[in-house]
Each structure stands twice: as structure tokens, then as C-alpha cells.
């Protein structure tokens, strides 16, 4: 019997991981006008008014709102660009992100 026999059989398996979507979060505050919340939300996320109107309310009521997911990229870009359109004006409004699980 040769050596070769008693080497240890490993089989490496590779696993391609799809890159984690990530969420757009939007979060109320006391201070920023509705209609401003839906025309951010019109103008960055490409939702039509009743779909914006909807997302506002929602993180009104509940504190915050998944708006979208995207790449983790996409996402914070989107994220910044909103809420930066929220300072330029002087209003808290504020978007955030996290991974989905
Ligand atoms: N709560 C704000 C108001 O009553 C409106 C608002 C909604 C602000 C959603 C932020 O994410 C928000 N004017």
C-alpha cells in the first residue's frame, strides 16, 4: 500500500455569499414638515406620491420606516443624499441604513 492511501481526502467547498442587501431607513422627527418628508422621498427613492405619503406616515406613527433596500453602496448614498437634502434647508430629517439579516 503507498502512502498516498492514508492522506487525509479534504474537498474544499466554495461558497459564493450573495453581498448582504441593505435597508433605507427613515426616522420621525417633531420638527420636519410632512410634505417635505414626501417630496424627499418622491425626489431620492423614485416613489410616487401615495407610495411616499404612505412611508412618511408610517415612520410619523411608528418611529421609523424601511423606505428601500439596496447594495450596502447604493443604500448609503441614497441615505446621504437625502438627508443632506434635509440640512440644506435646516430641518433633523434623517435617513439611515443597516443590513438586512
Ligand atoms: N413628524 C413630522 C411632523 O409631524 C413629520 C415627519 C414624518 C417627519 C416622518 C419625519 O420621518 C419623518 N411634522
Not at 17 to 39: A, C, G, S
Amino acid at each position: 500500500m503507498s502512502d498516498a492511501d492514508f492522506r487525509p481526502r479534504t474537498k474544499t467547498e466554495i461558497k459564493t455569499q450573495r453581498p448582504r442587501l441593505h435597508k433605507v431607513i427613515l426616522v420621525n422627527d417633531d420638527y420636519t414638515p410632512r410634505e417635505f418628508v414626501v417630496m424627499v422621498l418622491k425626489a431620492e427613492f423614485r416613489m410616487n406620491e401615495s407610495q411616499a405619503y404612505r412611508v412618511m406616515l408610517t415612520a410619523h406613527q411608528r418611529g421609523v420606516c424601511v423606505v428601500a433596500v439596496f447594495a450596502r453602496d447604493i443604500a448609503e448614498t441614497k441615505a446621504t443624499r437625502a438627508t443632506e437634502m434635509a440640512r440644506s434647508q435646516g430641518y433633523p430629517l434623517l435617513f439611515t441604513t443597516e443590513p438586512e439579516e
